[in-house]
């Protein structure tokens, strides 16, 4: 049985100061509207290299302030928390640590960008970005992909520094039907074991990403297997909408129906 850590909250939602649509308080109001008992905003953290997607350091201060207007506009009506969607790259994590220790409520630990030999490669990103990373940067050897992604993913659970695992499969996002790798072979298996123990450790939360059922794979972010393997273990869990325009504020969450949508 999975248990929701965040019961009736939408754990993952940006805003136009990262690569969202919209204000943090259009957000805000659309959540209340769909009954959400709380939401935590989580734009994209500060990245310190040109980038398509994150929040501009200088903005950081403007965003939390905005965060806790929000708060006081909504209270009574939705819990707001203040968070942040983090990446940790080996070759920045000073970086990463520094934004971390500021005074927010839940962090997201999530991997995108994959370093490996010294470059980055945008995993998340369109299909043809993903085969030009898998080309250029793993010779075509999706199993070498698939540990830099795994490996990244559990350094940065293991800086003990985040409460919620992001999207955790998302490097099979262009995977569907298999045409990349198979997602039962013993080796992947054993890399998404050697995470999951890592968020053991941690005592971390796993996300639920419904956005995965909006994308080509058409499934949530981890898919049903490895939620499986999470509910067996008894690792707690929250549902995260990974919304960037309102319209996707709670995106599918009525397909958990065991996980509350509001608190009791
Ligand atoms: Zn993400
Ligand atoms: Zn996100």
New binding site residues.
Partial sequence: MLMNAFPGFDCHIHSHFSDGRESLDTMARTAAGRGLAGVVFTD?MPLPFENRYALVRRRLDAYRTEIKAVRRRMSGRLQVLMGL?MEVLPSHADWSREIAEGPWDVL?A?V?QVEHEGRRYLI?GTEAEFAEALETGFGGDIRRLCSAYYRQSSAMVATGWFRIL??LD?VGKHNRNGRFFDESAPWYRELVAELLAAVERTGMVVEINTGGLDHAVRSTYPGARILATIAARGIPVCLSS?AHRPEEVARHFERFPILPQRAA
Wanted: glycine residues 10%.
């Fill in positions: 994209h969607e997201i999530s995108h998340n992001g999207h998302v990974d």
